[in-house]
């Protein structure tokens, strides 16, 4: 089993100056337990992808899957969620944080 798999995912992104290929041909196979690390110069699209899998940006092109879902469960929702770098409550640890969001429903099974 594979927590995240990419194969073949490309995303170009459509300017004004023309299209700007931000991940082309993406393959890549992550198993429980593994540690892995994005390394590269700014603009390699190392973010890109990171929001890919987050589906906070769509691939053009290739099939990404998180823990065995598609971009999207059944049932519509993402199969993941994302933290800010930004507290949400200042006040509160990134364990607050999470312990909040999840007594306000946010994270519904």
Do not use: Y
Not at 63 to 85: E, F, I, Q
């Amino acid at each position: 089993m594979t927590v995240i798999e990419a194969s073949g995912v490309s995303l170009t992104f459509q300017t004004a100056d023309g299209p700007v290929h931000a991940l082309k041909d993406v393959d890549l196979s992550i198993a429980p337990g593994e540690f892995v690390s994005f390394i590269g110069p700014s603009g390699c699209g190392k973010t890109t992808f990171l929001r890919s899998i987050a589906a906070l940006e769509t691939p053009t092109d290739g099939t990404l899957r998180v823990n065995g879902w598609s971009r999207t469960r059944p049932d519509g929702r993402a199969p993941m969620g994302t933290c800010s770098r930004r507290r949400a409550l200042p006040v509160a640890d990134d364990r607050g944080n999470i312990s909040a969001a999840g007594d306000h429903g946010v994270f519904k099974s």
